[in-house]
């Protein structure tokens, strides 16, 4: 079931300028990443290697390695891993990765954007990548593998908007051979769906660390996790009038 968008109106006038802000920034690294790798729907060559290596979630270097082993040849680890943890939030491995991740981002950032303000929104988006990273250096410790991409953070964005709009409708597209048609369903059923059948049963087949496609699923649930724990205390440490914005004349549950 592919997003289209969501049913879940804002007031008049409101901009989710840190969305949009967010979605400017990562394509402005995709384009650097293009020139540096001469790559463009997916970087896989030496240069994508060197670059996210230097910059991108490496779990080995994280857990304190000084080296690591690509390809029988040994490399010495950045001279901050740590800050890969920050950094591989605005890296992605191809066109395609950064278009579902902006596309997610564009649908479900701006209502969690209203609603913790923006400079506590960046401050949490930030929060949640770093955690997402780290989720998948706990289950994958010694890999040399880097690990890049928003989707941890957004993962949490995914986890929060469950928690604090439960009925709001996103518009799918859905596809099954020559059959498709638009669905209306509510993120209390959509947001688990995706959760478990994009994220958790293929973990699950697959084994820690990256699954197929090289899709780091841990970050993924960790990130969601995280989100639903910040939704849940959002909720618990705001009046119900605040939180679902009745003088706009809109719900949020």
């Not at 006038?13 to 802000?21: E, L, Q, R």
């Amino acid at each position: 079931m592919f997003p289209i968008r969501d049913e879940n109106p804002k007031p008049p006038g409101f901009k989710p300028k840190v969305t949009y802000a967010l979605i400017i920034i990562n394509i402005i690294v995709f384009f650097f990443e293009v020139a540096v790798t001469g790559q463009f729907f997916e970087f896989s060559n030496n240069r994508a290697a060197a670059l996210f290596y230097e910059w991108g979630a490496v779990p080995a270097c994280i857990m304190g390695e000084s080296s690591i082993t690509i390809q029988q040849i040994r490399v010495s680890c950045p001279d901050m891993p740590m800050l890969g943890l920050l950094s591989s939030v605005f890296l992605h491995g191809g066109l395609m990765h950064l278009g579902g991740n902006m596309l997610f981002l564009w649908i479900f950032g701006d209502n969690i954007e209203l609603k913790f303000g923006r400079a506590k929104y960046l401050g949490i988006y930030l929060v949640w990548g770093i955690i997402a990273g780290l989720a998948h250096v706990v289950g994958d410790m010694y890999s040399p593998i880097p690990a890049v991409g928003a989707s941890g953070a957004i993962s949490g964005v995914l986890g929060a908007y469950l928690v604090m709009f439960p009925r709001a409708k996103v518009t799918t597209f859905l596809m099954m051979g020559f059959f498709w048609r638009m669905l209306h369903v509510p993120a209390k059923w959509y947001l688990p769906f995706w959760l478990l059948f994009q994220n958790v049963l293929p973990f699950l087949i697959g084994g820690f660390g990256f699954g197929s496609g090289g899709v780091a699923y841990l970050a993924h649930i960790g990130g969601f996790a995280i989100g639903l724990a910040t939704g849940y205390l959002y909720k618990k440490t705001h009046r119900p009038e605040y939180m679902y914005g009745s003088r706009y004349g809109w719900k949020g549950d």
